[in-house]
């Protein structure tokens, strides 16, 4: 188990759906290429690892329209918390919630999501996210990520820097945007298969940000 992360926890606080019901960018992405892939397509069961699951809309959008079963890890108890009251009893039998440390996950996934989760995290933690996606994919699994671009006009360049960390910022919380160059060499162990920015709006319980993230998705090189 991990300890609450006390940001996190108070952006919770009250039930507050701050990105609203529906799916993400990379969901959508994720759902129409494995609707549309020969591989997954004929499939009774994916086995989806969700990193960063936040309070479950991704899982629950992917669930509704995939033969899935979804581990939703998260490092806030009242985000995963939400994401079980919002769960039916039908998708309680195919998504499993945790407040977990996503380095100590071990079992082998057809699928790894991680949506808007890398940017939130420091050097060693996007290390430790890296192994884990090598260790949990399987060798013919896809992953899929998404991760504010260093062209993002909500964040870039706002707040203090990180010294010795480009594109690195400290605001309300630490924030790492993300260059092509830069993803490429971090997840040079994939086969990657799309890599390309995606501008987008997003609703917020506050006010509407705009955003422009990259969307990865590669395989294991063997």
Known sequence: M?????PWNSTYDND????????SELAVVAYN?????QQF????????LDLGCGY?????FLAQHLPCHILGLDSSEAAIQMARHSLSSDLKKRIELLCFDFSQVSD??????????????????????????????KEDGVCFL???SVRDPQHFGKGAPVEGEPNSFLDVRYLHLSTREELENDFNFLNISALYERQFHEPRS???????AWILMGRIKQ
Do not use: M
């Open 146 to 148: 998404s991760t504010f």
């Open 41 to 48: 397509n004929c499939r009774k069961d994916i086995f989806i």
């Open 206 to 212: 506050t006010r509407d940000h705009d955003h422009i």
């Open 33 to 37: 290429y494995l609707k549309e892939s």
């Open 16 to 23: 507050k759906k701050v990105w609203g019901d529906k799916p």
């Open 56 to 60: 479950g809309r991704d899982a629950v």
């Open 2 to 6: 991990v300890s609450n992360q006390l």
């Open 108 to 137: 082998k996934y057809d699928v790894v999501f991680i949506s808007n989760l890398y940017q939130l995290l420091k050097p060693e933690e996007r290390a430790k996210l890296r192994e884990t996606l090598k260790r949990c994919l």
